[in-house]
Nanobody, 124 residues
Framework: QVQPVESGGGLVQAGGSLRLSCVASGGSVVTHTMGWFRQAPGKEREFVAG????????VYADSLKGRFTISRDNAKNTVYLEMNRLIPEDTASYYC?????????????????WGKGTLVTVSS
């Protein structure tokens, strides 16, 4: 079964950029809908972006459209989250999740496999 493994988090100044990576270890991004979620301290987990396995349709949280971009590299079995113009409110642990042949992209409880997360800290 697939195990998402995230990387790329770190400390960045407001206005900067980061790219997160998620390798679908033990599985394939081609057969899994892949999603990114985040959770800040004291807050609920929220959907960030997802890419559907079947047609590579990308879906974004409305508040993040235009700043974040999700993409998939089949050859590297990796999904990326490009984050631009970061603001302190983007500070959170970012989690990658996988859903085998999943059609739902935004619902966290539809995902079966989760990574351990990578921390993104945006300083003001």
């Amino acid at each position: 079964q697939v195990q998402p493994v995230e990387s790329g988090g770190g400390l960045v100044q407001a206005g900067g950029s980061l790219r997160l990576s998620c390798v679908a270890s033990g599985g394939s991004v081609v057969t899994h809908t892949m999603g990114w979620f985040r959770q800040a301290p004291g807050k609920e987990r929220e959907f960030v972006a997802g890419i559907r396995w079947s047609d590579r349709t990308a879906v974004y949280a409305d508040s993040l459209k235009g700043r974040f971009t999700i993409s998939r590299d089949n050859a590297k079995n990796t999904v990326y989250l490009e984050m631009n113009r970061l603001i302190p409110e983007d500070t959170a642990s970012y989690y990658c999740a996988a859903n085998l042949y999943g059609m739902s992209v935004q619902k966290w409880d539809e995902y079966d496999f989760w990574g351990k997360g990578t921390l993104v800290t945006v300083s003001s």
